[in-house]
């Protein structure tokens, strides 16, 4: 019987069981792994590090297409995936684009990794993200892109001693089972990124959770662009936005992503591009990345694919992988906006699914709060050990002052739409989690 090769699938799911906890924060077992690779991490690009709770995927991509409009190779570090786990680890390619790293590479990276920490414990996290810095180590580029995991102060990618310039994007609460549910705790560990003489970008913060970010960039001397003091962002009411950074103000357009937070998010990446060392940025490149930058899985709009095809022709269909409470609010606040401009009352729907390490309800009570939504469907999430079922948050929807109903599946959910009457044109929202954000588009868009 012939041999079929490995995959790097399969190195995955070795790599998986090296800890017991999926979920262990720590450094020292990174830094023993890295240094076991001859520290790819010192050998780096220079480095934006991202924190913070939502929208550092954003911002991530707002800089990678500023950045490449600009003419810099760019490599990006994102965590989780939506389909396949190379998406992770994009890599800057010698015409100037940007690739997630290939099959052959990825396995072999993996491989290393596996071989350099032999049988110790470390988790799927560390050891992957140590092999993306070898996998970045070997490619020549400009600058790397490196989005925090999960928290800051102990996160994997904190190993990185001196980067170029770090941004902190606005910070609430999520993951409380690992980073507690106090608002300052949370800010805290996210401050831990901050360096002695790197410059941070902090977005727009409730005071409770500015306090610790002031405090820990005074007490390692971290020069702080903080949103509403070293600048700001006024949005116009026809169009596009005013930078103030200091003394200066920049003309930017309305952000190529869908939403009103992304303005904020445009407005972060554009101050940490105008305020990065050794870069030169120029007006020009900056506007058309803010313009051209794409995020799959982010108030995205499916406009093919199976699920489009279920529904009728003049209903929209749209994705997003948010599921905390101000990913609601960012969400519900689109919604509100959309339905004024256009002075219609169209029926939102959404079809939701969840984990279980989710606050649910307080997901759903800012569209409750709107007054938003026809009618939410529960969903579990297929193959997902920590999925809600649908009745969970069928629920936790009801609680939240919603109408929802159970559905078996995101096609039962849509199919159900599609048969109802509607005076209006309807909008369907998919949501709650990017991983069901991921085998949606894995069904193909």
Known sequence: MEVQPQSSSTVLDRLEALHPKRIDLSLGRIERLLAALNHPEKQLPPVVHVAGTNGKGSVIAFLEAALQASGYRVHTYISPHLVNFHERIRLAQNDGGIQPIGETELKETLEACEAANGTEPITFFEITTAAAMRAFERHPADVLLLEVGLGGRLDATNVIERPAISVITPVSIDHTQFLGDDLAGIAGEKAGILRTGVPAVIGPQDDVAMTPISDRAAEVGAPLLRCGVEWSCRVRRNGGMVLTLGSRHVELPSPGLPGPHQFANAAMAAVA?????????????????????????????????????????????????????????????????????????????????????????????????????????????????????????????????????????????????????????????????????????????
């Open 273 to 445: 591009l105008l305020a990065m060392p050794g870069f030169d940025v120029d007006e020009d490149s900056l506007c058309a990345g803010l313009r051209t930058a794409h995020w799959p899985g982010r108030l995205q709009r499916i406009e093919r694919g199976p699920l489009r095809d279920m529904l009728p022709a003049d209903t929209e269909l749209w994705l997003d992988g948010g599921h905390n409470a101000a990913a609601g609010q960012a969400l519900a606040d689109a919604f509100t906006q959309w339905r004024n401009e256009e002075k219609t009352q169209r029926p939102i729907f959404l079809v939701s699914g969840m984990l279980n390490t989710k606050d649910v309800s307080a997901f759903f009570e800012p569209f409750a709060k709107a007054e938003l939504i026809e009618e939410v469907y529960g969903v579990p999430i297929p193959g997902e050990q920590a999925s809600r079922s649908g009745a969970d948050v069928t629920e936790a929807a009801q609680r939240s002052g919603l109408n929802a109903q159970i559905a078996n599946s995101v096609e039962d959910a849509v199919k159900s739409i599609a048969r109802r009457n509607q005076a209006e044109p309807a909008r369907v929202l998919i949501c709650g989690s990017l991983y069901l954000a991921g085998q949606v588009l894995a069904r193909g868009t």
